[in-house]
């Protein structure tokens, strides 16, 4: 029996010299194709979708309007004081690029800097601090210590370079997130429910602008896929700004202790608008960095059509930098938020 390669070079009679000479002239921008793929910003991606749209790769400087380089964002984070790196949840992109940023903000400091995380509550707080005096700790020791498998977050495979990444530095971690009972509770009756007007304003929660709320609220109608009428959705909105309000504590009280943090969150906490940014300058802190990764769409030709509407005209009063990344494979939420709906009101009927 022939060869596999004698039976193509029989049935498509090309001589074999001729092969050769075909496959070295080919060579060369073979090399420079897997060299460019390989040296873009955060390549090679793991996300599947989407990996060849031309904005892939792309940093985005929002004042200037240009495109920057990795080594120029690197070097805005080691001159920042704080910086918070934003996620699309299950895109392991996004926290494989947090992993990278977290490391390079550490370079250089005369101590690690804080890393709070918006997805540990804050009542686990001490055993946090606790696994972190264990010597040789690493990522799993913190993800078992945090219960994160049954967090209701993405696993902890998603989340491994980053929260390794912390732990590699040294990096003391603050948990920030509002536990889950408290978001219900903030959701169905208030901010009063939890708080004393006194911790309210500790935590810098005046209330927003009109307009900003009225924002935040047609954003939680629209997160909701359009299914949550807008009275149920400004309820919910206390606890939104409750969470923002706790990541901002959080990264003050990481400032005070290590002189430097950096936040992980979700991108509607780290918006510059109302998220969590808003509530570090209530604080009177110095600016973030906030850097926002998002995810191509296949009619998307412009960065400004990647981000949400609202903010489409100003990419600049939402974060610094925006990083393009592939999408990450998912069943359109919106069907699965309809079957708890229908869940729900099948429950209301019984």
Known sequence: MRKVHEQVGHDFHVPRAAARLLLLMLLPGLMVMAALAASA??????????????????LYDTRTGRNIDRATLEQRLRRADIAVLGEVHDNPDHHRIQGLLLRAFAQGRNKPPAVVFEMIPTDMQQRLDSILQVEGVDADMVFDAVRWDSS??????????????AVDIGAPIIA??????NVRKASREGLDALLSASEQAALQLQPLSKEMMNALVADIVKSHCDMIPEDVARRMSAAQRLRDALLAD??????????????????????????????LQRHGLPAPLVIWPTEARGKARTI??????????????????????????REDPCKGFERFMQRKRRGQQN
């Open 176 to 181: 920030a997130g509002l536990p889950r009972d």
């Open 250 to 279: 959080g990264v003050r009280r990481g400032i005070s202790r290590q002189g430097s943090a950096v936040l992980i969150t979700g991108n509607g906490h780290a918006r510059k608008d109302r998220g969590a940014p808003l509530y």
């Open 304 to 329: 400004a059509d990647l981000l949400p509407g609202n903010a489409r005209g100003k990419p600049a009063a939402l974060a610094d930098v925006i990083i393009v990344t592939p999408r990450a494979a």
């Open 41 to 58: 910003p955060f390549g090679p991606w793991q996300a599947p979708l989407w990996r060849d749209h031309p904005l892939v790769g792309t």
């Open 152 to 165: 209701g977050w993405p696993s902890r495979e998603l989340y491994r370079p980053v929260m390794q990444a």
